[in-house]
Protein backbone atom coordinates (compact mmCIF):
# COMPACT_ATOMS: atom_id res chain seq x y z
CA UNK A 1 0.00 0.00 0.00
CA UNK A 2 1.29 3.62 -0.77
CA UNK A 3 0.57 6.67 0.84
CA UNK A 4 1.22 10.29 0.62
CA UNK A 5 2.83 11.50 3.88
CA UNK A 6 0.03 14.42 4.01
CA UNK A 7 -2.25 11.41 4.08
CA UNK A 8 -0.77 9.11 6.76
CA UNK A 9 -1.75 11.08 10.03
CA UNK A 10 -5.53 10.57 8.32
CA UNK A 11 -5.43 7.09 7.83
CA UNK A 12 -3.27 6.13 11.02
CA UNK A 13 -6.35 7.50 13.33
CA UNK A 14 -8.80 5.04 11.47
CA UNK A 15 -7.68 2.11 12.45
CA UNK A 16 -5.17 -0.51 13.55
CA UNK A 17 -1.35 0.03 12.66
CA UNK A 18 -0.36 -1.74 10.25
CA UNK A 19 2.94 -4.01 10.63
CA UNK A 20 5.48 -1.68 8.79
CA UNK A 21 6.31 0.91 7.53
CA UNK A 22 8.63 2.28 5.09
CA UNK A 23 9.03 6.24 4.83
CA UNK A 24 11.79 7.67 2.29
CA UNK A 25 12.79 10.81 0.35
CA UNK A 26 14.79 13.94 0.17
CA UNK A 27 12.38 16.00 1.11
CA UNK A 28 13.15 15.94 4.94
CA UNK A 29 10.31 17.82 6.42
CA UNK A 30 8.11 15.53 4.77
CA UNK A 31 10.05 12.17 6.54
CA UNK A 32 10.13 13.63 9.38
CA UNK A 33 6.37 14.67 9.86
CA UNK A 34 4.95 11.31 8.37
CA UNK A 35 7.59 9.46 11.17
CA UNK A 36 6.17 11.56 13.75
CA UNK A 37 2.44 10.86 12.54
CA UNK A 38 3.29 6.98 13.25
CA UNK A 39 5.12 7.67 16.67
CA UNK A 40 2.17 9.07 17.85
CA UNK A 41 -0.17 6.74 16.80
CA UNK A 42 2.03 3.91 18.27
CA UNK A 43 1.81 5.88 21.45
CA UNK A 44 -2.00 6.51 21.34
CA UNK A 45 -2.29 2.74 20.74
CA UNK A 46 -0.65 1.74 23.80
CA UNK A 47 2.88 1.07 22.19
CA UNK A 48 5.24 2.66 24.81
CA UNK A 49 8.83 0.62 23.89
CA UNK A 50 10.69 1.63 21.08
CA UNK A 51 14.38 0.60 20.05
CA UNK A 52 16.87 2.36 17.57
CA UNK A 53 18.49 0.60 15.13
CA UNK A 54 21.12 2.49 12.96
CA UNK A 55 24.92 2.65 11.93
CA UNK A 56 26.58 3.98 15.08
CA UNK A 57 30.24 5.15 14.97
CA UNK A 58 32.39 3.78 11.80
CA UNK A 59 29.70 1.19 11.32
CA UNK A 60 27.99 1.61 7.71
CA UNK A 61 25.48 0.09 8.57
CA UNK A 62 23.19 -0.88 11.72
CA UNK A 63 23.46 -4.05 13.43
CA UNK A 64 21.36 -6.22 11.86
CA UNK A 65 22.22 -9.11 14.06
CA UNK A 66 21.37 -7.65 17.00
CA UNK A 67 18.29 -6.33 15.12
CA UNK A 68 17.11 -9.67 14.23
CA UNK A 69 17.34 -10.94 17.51
CA UNK A 70 15.23 -8.17 18.80
CA UNK A 71 12.01 -8.95 16.24
CA UNK A 72 12.48 -12.81 18.23
CA UNK A 73 12.46 -11.40 21.63
CA UNK A 74 9.66 -10.70 23.36
CA UNK A 75 8.81 -7.26 24.63
CA UNK A 76 10.41 -6.44 28.14
CA UNK A 77 8.37 -3.60 29.59
CA UNK A 78 5.35 -3.46 26.91
CA UNK A 79 2.95 -5.74 24.86
CA UNK A 80 3.89 -4.27 21.91
CA UNK A 81 7.07 -2.17 20.68
CA UNK A 82 7.58 0.20 17.84
CA UNK A 83 11.40 -0.76 16.20
CA UNK A 84 13.10 1.89 13.92
CA UNK A 85 15.14 1.62 11.47
CA UNK A 86 17.23 4.73 9.98
CA UNK A 87 18.96 4.38 6.46
CA UNK A 88 19.95 7.34 5.42
CA UNK A 89 21.36 6.01 2.10
CA UNK A 90 17.81 4.06 1.69
CA UNK A 91 19.56 0.43 1.02
CA UNK A 92 19.90 -2.18 3.70
CA UNK A 93 22.28 -4.11 1.72
CA UNK A 94 22.14 -7.95 1.30
CA UNK A 95 22.14 -9.09 5.04
CA UNK A 96 19.57 -6.03 5.72
CA UNK A 97 17.39 -6.82 2.94
CA UNK A 98 17.44 -10.54 4.40
CA UNK A 99 16.17 -9.30 7.74
CA UNK A 100 13.80 -7.05 6.54
CA UNK A 101 12.23 -9.43 4.08
CA UNK A 102 12.00 -12.76 6.71
CA UNK A 103 10.34 -9.90 9.23
CA UNK A 104 7.69 -9.20 6.70
CA UNK A 105 7.00 -13.06 5.90
CA UNK A 106 6.27 -13.79 8.97
CA UNK A 107 6.15 -10.10 11.57
CA UNK A 108 5.59 -10.94 15.09
CA UNK A 109 2.43 -9.83 16.29
CA UNK A 110 3.87 -7.21 19.41
CA UNK A 111 6.03 -5.27 16.56
CA UNK A 112 5.42 -2.68 14.57
CA UNK A 113 8.51 -1.68 12.02
CA UNK A 114 9.28 1.71 11.15
CA UNK A 115 12.03 2.16 8.44
CA UNK A 116 13.26 5.74 7.51
CA UNK A 117 15.40 7.25 4.78
CA UNK A 118 16.87 10.02 3.62
CA UNK A 119 17.17 8.92 -0.37
CA UNK A 120 14.74 7.55 -2.59
CA UNK A 121 14.32 6.92 -5.99
CA UNK A 122 13.52 3.22 -8.26
CA UNK A 123 16.83 2.37 -7.65
CA UNK A 124 16.13 1.87 -3.72
CA UNK A 125 13.07 -0.49 -4.17
CA UNK A 126 13.56 -3.90 -3.95
CA UNK A 127 12.72 -7.33 -2.53
CA UNK A 128 12.41 -5.68 0.56
CA UNK A 129 10.60 -2.38 0.22
CA UNK A 130 8.15 -4.64 -1.75
CA UNK A 131 7.56 -6.73 1.07
CA UNK A 132 7.05 -3.90 3.48
CA UNK A 133 4.34 -2.59 0.95
CA UNK A 134 2.43 -5.98 0.96
CA UNK A 135 1.95 -5.98 4.86
CA UNK A 136 2.25 -2.08 5.21
CA UNK A 137 2.51 1.21 3.49
CA UNK A 138 5.10 3.09 2.05
CA UNK A 139 5.21 6.81 1.86
CA UNK A 140 7.60 8.32 -0.60
CA UNK A 141 8.35 11.80 0.36
CA UNK A 142 9.82 13.49 -3.25
CA UNK A 143 10.60 17.25 -3.01
CA UNK A 144 7.78 19.55 -3.62
CA UNK A 145 8.23 20.93 -7.20
CA UNK A 146 8.19 24.19 -7.67
CA UNK A 147 4.66 24.91 -9.27
CA UNK A 148 3.22 22.22 -6.75
CA UNK A 149 4.21 24.70 -3.36
CA UNK A 150 1.03 26.55 -3.80
CA UNK A 151 -0.64 23.58 -3.35
CA UNK A 152 1.20 22.36 -0.81
CA UNK A 153 0.56 25.29 0.91
CA UNK A 154 -2.54 25.71 0.40
CA UNK A 155 -3.54 22.44 2.08
CA UNK A 156 -0.98 23.08 5.37
CA UNK A 157 -3.36 26.49 6.26
CA UNK A 158 -6.48 24.61 5.78
CA UNK A 159 -5.17 21.57 8.48
CA UNK A 160 -4.71 24.27 10.90
CA UNK A 161 -7.82 25.42 9.86
CA UNK A 162 -6.80 28.88 7.84
CA UNK A 163 -8.20 30.14 4.60
CA UNK A 164 -6.21 32.11 2.33
CA UNK A 165 -6.92 33.48 -1.21
CA UNK A 166 -4.90 32.26 -4.35
CA UNK A 167 -2.82 35.56 -4.70
CA UNK A 168 -1.83 35.27 -1.05
CA UNK A 169 -0.45 31.56 -1.06
CA UNK A 170 1.16 32.35 -3.91
CA UNK A 171 3.16 35.32 -2.44
CA UNK A 172 3.93 32.96 0.83
CA UNK A 173 5.36 30.52 -1.86
CA UNK A 174 7.18 32.91 -3.55
CA UNK A 175 8.80 34.13 -0.30
CA UNK A 176 9.99 30.72 0.87
CA UNK A 177 11.65 29.75 -1.88
CA UNK A 178 11.17 26.20 -1.74
CA UNK A 179 11.87 25.97 1.78
CA UNK A 180 9.74 23.76 3.16
CA UNK A 181 10.65 24.11 6.62
CA UNK A 182 10.21 28.27 6.15
CA UNK A 183 6.76 27.60 4.85
CA UNK A 184 5.63 25.56 7.78
CA UNK A 185 6.93 28.04 10.71
CA UNK A 186 5.43 30.96 8.77
CA UNK A 187 1.94 28.46 8.60
CA UNK A 188 2.06 28.42 12.56
CA UNK A 189 2.49 31.93 12.81
CA UNK A 190 -0.34 32.75 10.70
CA UNK A 191 -2.38 30.01 12.95
CA UNK A 192 -1.37 32.51 16.16
CA UNK A 193 -2.31 35.79 14.41
CA UNK A 194 -4.85 35.57 11.74
CA UNK A 195 -7.73 35.35 13.92
CA UNK A 196 -9.89 33.18 11.81
CA UNK A 197 -10.19 35.36 8.94
CA UNK A 198 -9.40 34.82 5.59
CA UNK A 199 -6.11 35.94 4.38
CA UNK A 200 -5.58 38.01 1.53
CA UNK A 201 -2.32 39.50 -0.30
CA UNK A 202 -2.09 42.51 2.24
CA UNK A 203 -2.78 40.93 5.35
CA UNK A 204 -0.36 38.04 3.73
CA UNK A 205 2.16 40.63 3.82
CA UNK A 206 1.46 42.24 6.65
CA UNK A 207 2.14 38.90 8.64
CA UNK A 208 5.02 37.19 7.29
CA UNK A 209 8.48 37.44 7.12
CA UNK A 210 10.23 37.37 4.21
CA UNK A 211 11.82 33.90 4.92
CA UNK A 212 13.92 32.72 1.31
CA UNK A 213 16.64 30.94 2.52
CA UNK A 214 19.40 33.13 0.22
CA UNK A 215 22.16 30.41 1.25
CA UNK A 216 25.43 29.48 -0.39
CA UNK A 217 23.97 25.58 -1.14
CA UNK A 218 20.61 27.22 -2.96
CA UNK A 219 22.80 29.60 -4.72
CA UNK A 220 25.17 27.28 -6.44
CA UNK A 221 21.83 25.35 -6.86
CA UNK A 222 20.85 27.93 -9.23
CA UNK A 223 23.84 28.66 -10.88
CA UNK A 224 24.42 25.02 -11.85
CA UNK A 225 20.59 24.71 -12.86
CA UNK A 226 20.93 27.62 -15.29
CA UNK A 227 18.47 29.95 -13.16
CA UNK A 228 20.10 33.30 -13.50
CA UNK A 229 17.03 35.45 -12.26
CA UNK A 230 16.92 33.41 -9.01
CA UNK A 231 19.97 33.61 -8.79
CA UNK A 232 21.17 37.21 -8.84
CA UNK A 233 18.01 37.37 -6.53
CA UNK A 234 19.71 35.10 -4.02
CA UNK A 235 23.04 37.11 -4.08
CA UNK A 236 21.41 40.47 -3.83
CA UNK A 237 19.37 38.79 -0.49
CA UNK A 238 23.02 37.50 0.72
CA UNK A 239 24.60 41.03 -0.11
CA UNK A 240 22.10 42.72 2.02
CA UNK A 241 22.50 40.16 4.57
CA UNK A 242 25.84 41.77 5.33
CA UNK A 243 27.73 38.24 4.10
CA UNK A 244 31.05 38.43 3.01
CA UNK A 245 32.44 37.22 -0.13
CA UNK A 246 34.81 34.88 1.19
CA UNK A 247 32.60 32.84 3.35
CA UNK A 248 30.93 31.83 0.39
CA UNK A 249 33.42 30.88 -1.72
CA UNK A 250 34.74 28.04 -0.49
CA UNK A 251 31.75 26.19 -1.48
CA UNK A 252 31.18 27.84 -5.01
CA UNK A 253 35.22 27.02 -5.45
CA UNK A 254 34.40 22.99 -4.24
CA UNK A 255 31.30 23.05 -6.32
CA UNK A 256 33.26 24.45 -9.57
CA UNK A 257 35.94 21.76 -9.56
CA UNK A 258 33.55 18.96 -8.88
CA UNK A 259 32.05 20.13 -12.30
CA UNK A 260 35.10 20.27 -13.86
CA UNK A 261 36.22 16.98 -12.67
CA UNK A 262 32.71 15.56 -14.03
CA UNK A 263 33.40 17.33 -17.62
CA UNK A 264 36.90 16.41 -18.06
CA UNK A 265 35.55 12.84 -17.50
CA UNK A 266 32.87 13.09 -19.50
CA UNK A 267 35.32 14.46 -22.60
CA UNK A 268 37.21 11.98 -23.15
CA UNK A 269 34.23 9.61 -22.94
CA UNK A 270 34.82 7.87 -19.09
CA UNK A 271 32.15 6.73 -17.00
CA UNK A 272 30.22 9.73 -15.48
CA UNK A 273 27.94 7.38 -13.38
CA UNK A 274 31.14 5.87 -11.44
CA UNK A 275 32.24 9.28 -10.76
CA UNK A 276 29.22 10.48 -9.13
CA UNK A 277 29.19 7.31 -7.13
CA UNK A 278 32.90 7.80 -6.14
CA UNK A 279 31.99 11.72 -5.59
CA UNK A 280 28.66 10.80 -3.44
CA UNK A 281 26.74 13.22 -5.50
CA UNK A 282 23.15 11.47 -4.83
CA UNK A 283 20.61 10.52 -7.27
CA UNK A 284 18.77 13.38 -7.02
CA UNK A 285 21.45 15.90 -7.98
CA UNK A 286 22.94 14.09 -10.07
CA UNK A 287 20.23 15.85 -13.31
CA UNK A 288 21.82 19.01 -11.82
CA UNK A 289 24.91 18.31 -12.57
CA UNK A 290 24.06 17.56 -15.96
CA UNK A 291 22.11 20.08 -16.68
CA UNK A 292 25.18 21.79 -16.27
CA UNK A 293 27.68 19.56 -18.12
CA UNK A 294 25.27 20.19 -21.24
CA UNK A 295 25.68 24.05 -21.02
CA UNK A 296 29.17 24.53 -21.37
CA UNK A 297 32.47 22.38 -22.35
CA UNK A 298 35.33 20.79 -20.48
CA UNK A 299 37.65 23.77 -20.91
CA UNK A 300 35.16 26.40 -19.83
CA UNK A 301 34.61 25.21 -16.79
CA UNK A 302 38.65 24.94 -15.82
CA UNK A 303 38.33 28.66 -16.62
CA UNK A 304 35.22 29.07 -14.12
CA UNK A 305 37.70 27.49 -11.81
CA UNK A 306 40.29 30.06 -12.24
CA UNK A 307 37.93 33.09 -12.35
CA UNK A 308 36.96 31.62 -8.89
CA UNK A 309 40.64 32.31 -8.18
CA UNK A 310 40.48 35.87 -9.25
CA UNK A 311 37.29 36.73 -7.43
CA UNK A 312 39.24 35.27 -4.01
CA UNK A 313 42.19 37.67 -5.08
CA UNK A 314 39.45 40.30 -5.01
CA UNK A 315 38.33 39.80 -1.62
CA UNK A 316 41.19 39.44 -0.06
CA UNK A 317 42.60 42.76 -1.72
CA UNK A 318 45.21 41.77 -3.52
CA UNK A 319 43.69 42.30 -7.17
CA UNK A 320 41.81 44.91 -8.44
CA UNK A 321 38.16 44.75 -8.91
CA UNK A 322 34.74 44.60 -6.47
CA UNK A 323 34.61 40.65 -5.34
CA UNK A 324 30.60 40.61 -5.08
CA UNK A 325 30.11 41.91 -8.61
CA UNK A 326 32.95 39.44 -9.78
CA UNK A 327 31.28 36.69 -7.99
CA UNK A 328 27.81 37.47 -9.54
CA UNK A 329 28.95 37.59 -13.23
CA UNK A 330 30.40 34.08 -12.62
CA UNK A 331 27.88 32.09 -11.38
CA UNK A 332 25.82 34.10 -13.75
CA UNK A 333 27.58 32.84 -16.52
CA UNK A 334 27.63 29.13 -14.78
CA UNK A 335 24.14 29.62 -15.16
CA UNK A 336 23.36 31.06 -18.78
CA UNK A 337 26.31 30.85 -21.50
CA UNK A 338 25.09 34.23 -23.07
CA UNK A 339 26.16 35.59 -19.77
CA UNK A 340 30.45 34.94 -20.69
CA UNK A 341 30.84 38.26 -21.91
CA UNK A 342 30.50 39.75 -18.47
CA UNK A 343 33.77 37.77 -16.96
CA UNK A 344 35.20 40.29 -19.04
CA UNK A 345 34.45 43.21 -17.34
CA UNK A 346 34.79 41.28 -13.93
CA UNK A 347 37.02 43.94 -12.61
CA UNK A 348 34.11 45.61 -11.60
Known sequence: ?????????????????????????????????????????????????????????????????????????????????????????????????????????????????????????????????????????????????????????????????????????????????????????EVEKLALLANGDTIDLARMESLVADSAR??????IDAALNGQPAQLARMLSGLKAEGEAVPALLGMVVMELQRTAALARIEARGGNIAAEFKAQRIWDSKQPMYRRALQRHPAPRWEAFVSQAGRVDRMAKGRERGDPWTALERLLLAVAEPRAIRLLARSDG
Open 1 to 185: MESQPEQLAGQLASGPLKPAYLIAGAETLRVLEAADAVRAAARAQGISEREVFEAEGNQREPDWSAMESSFNAPSLFASRRLVELRLPTGKPGKEGGRVICEFCANPPADVVLLVTAGEWSKKHAGKWSEAIGRIGVISLAYPVKPHELAGWIDQRLRSRGLKADRDAVQQLAERVDGNLLAAAQ
Open 214 to 219: YDVFRV
